[in-house]
């Protein structure tokens, strides 16, 4: 012990939860990655944004291969169970963090399997982003690390020794031993940790998980893989007031080495409707109920300061900083905190919000009937700004365009509207948004598609794609047999797919719309829109290659980051994404929908 740890690869690590934070934990027995006590605190443990002086926690075998021989999560649960086979024995390290009743936990336990196995842990706190080291002294049987704000207890029947701003310990664990290690954050002016008993966790946890899963109405092909993203997506979710965050991490990269490091511990209005739909289409009613209600919460105001992401209480103010002291993942730096594009203009937000509160009532989601006032706010303020340019939904960095995508989601917010009054009886100005629908329409397909190529472009006057087209006709903008949908399809199969997988749009021309250096892999959210696009457009065989072909690239639990680089072969981008998962769930059911013998509710 001692010696500086670099972090693995994304894909070697997996998450455990308690939805309202998340943990990574790697191969290798290590927590690289905890915010507390919530998804957007600073990180107490940061290896994975450096090595294991910015914080870590061990807890593997002293000897032998550091990488655990077999791994999985316990069921359908979000309980991690990691297994060493050496040779004097073997051992499991059981990783949890229990659906929250109080302060968050943190909880290790570790069981022996056969023979006896010396073990070794080794804990680095570093609050503030790997920054700061705590002061730490003993308390009873526990130790307490405490800095600024925050604390953190442990509480073990192993003894800790302290050296070099570590705590560390070896141990032997025999066939049929448990050794409980219980983590605690609380606000450092707290006297007395929370005593939570480490095997009685376990059991509340896994029936929290099992009674959960249980709800899930889809029977069809892939359901473990359709489980386990439920499972992430769950997850993602801060309990308290419904807010999905797109991921638990920052600026794991989206190029080894590159600048595009962005913060995704924040909830993005781009996915609402996709996300409502996964859960709708999966039995979880309670839970789209509580994504519409945060999004509610968090867009109330005036239509004009609408924002396209907001923290997970609803919070607009997300300011973007640098933490120059980590070196960032494998080199990739900045390493930042906050998300700038908070503040950009994306005109296609409109029409998510829109689409999601009319998806909403269409499927009897209770307690809607007041929103229709915000509803035709929004659609008063569109009537005088969806013809102005905007940055589109990927956040680019260059100058505002005329995006195709976004006057397609402006037209389906008019579309929605109007069909509010003609589906729902609600009261509005119906000749004027049927104009205003129309008028959309005809200057989107006048100036958003090239006659001569036979496709949409990304913007008006461009010659570039966007995987964004793709969901032209999932939003009924055009029906999926218009030979202009048809021809948008193969263009971006041909022009986009990089080793059988969808780029968001090319980033290696000199005038890329996103004006970024670097590169980046290929967008699995996108890849999966193709897939559902090949489905409905007849193309079953190809749909399902490319799906089981997507399915191939998670990590040995499951989980997926935002992207795939498919010359390194590996996944980058914050992890795991919600924005990857919940495609997955929905591209699942609609090929268990096409092929038969099930259907969603």
Not at 69 to 86: A, M, V
Not at 300 to 324: F, K, S, V
Not at 392 to 421: C, N, T, Y
Not at 465 to 472: C, E, G, N, V
């Amino acid at each position: 012990m001692g010696v500086s740890r670099v972090p693995g690869w994304i894909e070697d690590y997996a998450m455990i939860g308690d939805m309202q934070t998340a943990a990574l934990v790697g191969r290798d027995g290590s927590v690289d990655w905890a915010c507390l006590p919530d998804f957007d605190s600073s990180a107490c443990f940061a290896a994975i944004l450096g090595d294991d002086q910015n914080g870590s926690w061990t807890l593997r075998p002293a000897d032998g291969e550091p990488r655990a021989t077999r791994r999985r999560y316990r069921g359908d649960t979000l309980i991690l169970e990691s297994e060493w086979d050496t040779d004097t024995g073997s051992v499991r390290v059981i990783d949890f963090m229990p659906p929250r009743g109080g302060a968050p936990h943190i909880v290790r336990i570790v069981e022996g399997l056969r023979g006896s196995v010396r073990m070794e842990t080794s804990m680095r706190i570093r609050f503030d982003y790997g920054h700061v080291v705590p002061w730490v002294h003993r308390t009873g049987a526990e130790l307490v690390a405490v800095a600024g704000p925050d604390a953190i207890w442990l509480s073990t029947p192993i003894e800790l020794q302290g050296h070099n701003f570590t705590h560390d310990a070896t141990f032997d664990v025999t066939a049929g031993q448990r050794v409980p290690f219980v983590m605690t954050w609380h606000p450092s002016q707290v006297e007395e940790s929370d005593h939570l008993d480490a095997e009685k966790a376990l059991s509340r946890t896994e029936r929290f998980w099992e009674k959960w899963v249980n709800q899930c109405t889809y029977e069809g092909p892939y359901r473990e893989a359709v489980i386990r993203s439920l499972i992430v997506l769950k997850a993602l979710t801060y309990r308290p007031t419904g807010g999905i965050v797109a991921a638990p991490t920052t600026s794991l990269p989206e190029e080894i080495g590159g600048v595009r490091n962005w913060d995704y511990r924040y909830c993005w209005l781009r996915d609402a409707t996709i996300t409502l739909e996964a859960m709708i289409r999966s039995g979880y009613k309670d839970e789209a109920l509580a994504w519409r209600e945060w999004l509610v919460r968090a867009v109330a105001g005036e239509p004009q300061l609408m924002q396209i992401m907001y923290g997970i209480r609803g919070e607009r103010r997300l300011t973007e900083w640098e933490a120059d002291w980590l070196p960032g993942y494998e080199g990739s730096r900045p390493v930042r905190v906050g998300n700038a594009a908070v503040g950009q203009y994306q005109l296609d937000v409109y029409g998510e919000v829109m689409d999601v509160l009319h998806l909403a009532r269409r499927h009897n989601i209770r307690g809607g009937d007041y929103l229709w006032g915000l509803q035709r706010s929004l659609v008063n303020y569109l009537e005088w700004c969806w013809d102005e340019p905007d940055e589109g939904l990927w956040e680019v960095r260059g100058p505002r365009q005329h995006f195709v995508h976004s006057k397609v989601m402006a037209w389906v917010a008019a579309d929605r509207a109007v069909r509010s009054i003609e589906e729902f009886g609600k009261e509005g100005p119906i000749e004027r948004w049927r104009a205003l629908r129309d008028t959309i329409h005809a200057e989107v397909c006048e100036y958003g598609y090239d006659p001569q190529r036979n496709t949409f472009t990304q913007y008006y006057g461009s010659k570039e794609l966007d995987a964004a087209l793709l969901l032209i006709p999932e939003v009924g903008f055009l029906p999926y047999d218009d030979p202009r949908v048809v021809g948008t399809i193969e263009a971006v199969r041909n022009d986009l797919m990089v080793d059988g997988f969808v780029l968001r749009y090319r980033t290696d021309l000199e005038n890329s719309a996103d004006q970024l250096p670097g590169d980046e892999g290929a967008f699995l959210a996108c890849s999966f829109w193709m897939a559902n696009a090949l489905l409905s457009i007849g193309r079953q065989d190809e749909a399902r290659e490319l799906f089981e072909r997507l399915l191939s690239l998670r990590n040995d639990v499951g989980l997926l980051a935002e992207e795939w680089d498919p010359r390194a072969g590996r996944q980058v981008g914050n992890f795991p994404q919600a924005f990857s998962h919940v495609p997955l769930v929905t591209t699942a059911l609609n090929l268990a929908t096409r092929q038969g013998g099930w259907r969603a509710e």
